[in-house]
């Protein structure tokens, strides 16, 4: 049985930062690329970083361009998001998520989540 446990999420001021991790059980992250996902009350849940199997390759929308930065720990097995300035509009439920294709990918059609993490960004 694979399990994505997020830890990492809170309560922060805008332009703090927060760091969010996953730890996979059930599968090897290295075995292929991961992402995370954020979802907002009444929005749909849209993707934020993603990084490939390798580790060589990452991709982040505009939205959190410059901000967000995605890294793996495959010893630990281990995903982590590293959010710096954040605004009020990142408040959300963040989701780690794996998948074993190489690549990137930037739509939610992984077969394995977390159940998710609080990032609430007060004003």
């Known amino acids: 049985q694979v399990l994505l446990v997020e830890s990492g999420g809170g309560l922060v001021q805008a332009g703090g930062s927060l760091r969010l991790s996953c730890t996979a059980s059930?599968?090897?992250?290295?075995?292929?690329?991961l992402g995370w996902f954020r979802q907002a009350p009444g929005k749909e849940r849209e993707f934020v970083a993603g990084?490939?199997?390798?580790?060589?390759?990452?991709y982040y929308p505009d939205s959190v361009q410059g901000r967000f930065t995605i890294s793996r720990d495959n010893a630990k097995n281990t995903v982590y998001l590293q959010m710096n300035s954040l605004k009020p509009e990142d408040t959300a439920v963040y989701f780690c998520?794996?998948?074993?294709?190489?690549?990137?990918?930037?739509?939610?059609?992984?077969?394995?989540w977390g159940q998710g993490t609080q990032v609430t960004v007060s004003s």
């Open positions: 998520a794996a998948d074993r294709r190489w690549w990137i990918v930037t739509t939610t059609d992984y077969p394995y």
């Open positions: 990084i490939s199997r390798n580790g060589g390759s990452t």
């Open positions: 059930g599968l090897t992250i290295s075995s292929g690329s």
